[in-house]
C-alpha cells in the first residue's frame, strides 16, 4: 500500500494566504475554513493594482482549478520530460504548467504577495524544519489504518493536507481526498474523513 500525503500543497496555501492577507470573502460552495496560523492578519498596505474587488469575484474559481489539479493524479514522465526541453521553450512551459498546475501567480501576477507572505513564508519553511520526525505508530494514517485500508482499496493514493482550522474534507478526484490539518491530527474525525472515500 502506497499512500502520497502532501501536506504543503503551494497554489492552495498561497490562496488561503491571500484570501487572508487581502481580507477577501469570497462566496461560493466548498470554500476552505480560515487558516490555523492566526498571524496571518488582514494586510494593511494599499493594492497598487487595483485588483481586489477582482480577486475576490474570482477566487473561488482559482481554488476550485488549484484543487482539481491537487486531485490529477500525476503523470510520472513529465520530470524526465521537462529535462529534455530547451529553457524558455513552449514546449517546457507547458510542461511546467502541467506539472505545477494553476496558479495564483499565473492569473494575477505578483501585486497580491507582499512582504508579509515571503515573511510568514520564511516562518512556516522554518518551523516545519524543527519538527521532529514522528514515529511510524504514531503517523495520522497509521493510527487510522482501520479506515485508510478501505478507502485505498477504493482507489484513494492522495490525501492533500491543507494548514486550516476545523474540518474540510472532500473528494478531489478518482484517487485524492482534501483534508485539514486538524482533520488529519484527530483519529476520529481522520477516520470519518477518509471513509468518506469509498
Known sequence: MLITVEDDPHALVDLLWIREAWGLRPVGDNLPPLLSDKSVGAHTGTDASGGVGTWQNDWPAMWEACVR???QVRD?????????TAFGSAERDELLHQFVGPTWRDKF?????????????LAKLDARSRRRPQPLEDAPEHVSLAALIPA???????????????SYTRVIGPHSLIVTSETRDDPNRYSQALKQFR
Not at 501576477?109 to 513564508?121: I, L, M, P, R, V
Not at 485505498?152 to 476545523?166: D, E
Request: aromatic share 12%; charged share 15%.
Open 152 to 166: 485505498w482499496r477504493a482507489g484513494l493514493s492522495t490525501i492533500v493536507v491543507i494548514p486550516c482550522l476545523s
Open 109 to 121: 501576477g505578483d501585486d497580491a504577495f507582499a512582504a508579509q507572505y515571503e515573511t510568514w513564508n
Open 69 to 71: 489539479h491537487a486531485g
Open 76 to 84: 510520472e514522465t513529465l520530470f524526465e520530460q521537462l529535462q529534455g
